[in-house]
């Protein structure tokens, strides 16, 4: 994807793709999804588990598979050291040995014979309907993606929710919004 400019305030996305995918491919692994993700309001950063492109960034979001999520646990964890604001973590057949999820949110989709992470929301790939699918194309199945992208657009309303009552309250300190009712559409004639 293409350079950002210094004024993107859009939140970071990280996408770590797993052992021997050195070369980023549009049909496999998490690098599919960042086309999607751009869409929905995300800045996508993509990068293979060795980190060597993405090493200083502080994404919202990490998404890793295999070895990628091994490594986005780890610089999660970095981040969390240095006092940076915990990214959501979402690891897809974390590697063996992974450590345990640094940060409260967080959700590990796993396949059989793929350990379940500590301190993670561990969902079973192959019941969520994902059944047979192998590990080197879990990332890419569509209903690991599909649950995945439904994390990552939770997790954007929440940022734009926020940053709605922080606006309010700048601009008019002490005021609460009245909760607002649904506001009927016209019916068609």
């Not at 305030?9 to 793709?17: A, H, I, K, S």
Request: hydrophobic residues 45%; charged residues 15%.
């Amino acid at each position: 994807l293409g350079p950002t400019s210094a004024q993107d305030t859009r939140p970071t996305v990280l996408l770590l793709d797993g052992l021997f995918i050195y070369v980023h491919q549009t049909y496999v692994g998490v690098y599919a999804l960042a086309p999607r993700l751009e869409e929905m309001g995300y800045r996508a950063v993509v990068d293979t588990h060795l980190m060597a492109r993405s090493s200083t960034e502080e994404p919202a979001l990490i998404i890793g598979h295999s070895m990628g999520g091994t490594s986005a646990l780890k610089h999660a964890a970095q981040m969390v050291a240095a006092g940076k604001p915990a990214p959501v973590i979402l690891t897809i057949d974390a590697a063996f040995g992974s450590p345990p999820c640094p940060v409260a949110r967080c959700t590990n989709y796993f396949s059989p014979g793929f350990p379940k992470l500590e301190g993670a929301e561990n969902v079973d790939a192959w019941q969520a309907g994902a059944f047979m699918v192998n590990h080197a194309m879990l990332a890419t199945n569509e209903t690991v993606q599909r649950l995945v992208l439904q994390k990552a657009a939770a997790l954007l309303a929440e940022r734009q929710a926020a940053e709605a009552s922080r606006r309010t309250a700048e601009l008019a300190p002490g005021f609460t919004p009245p909760i607002s009712a649904p506001v009927p559409m016209p019916r068609p004639r």
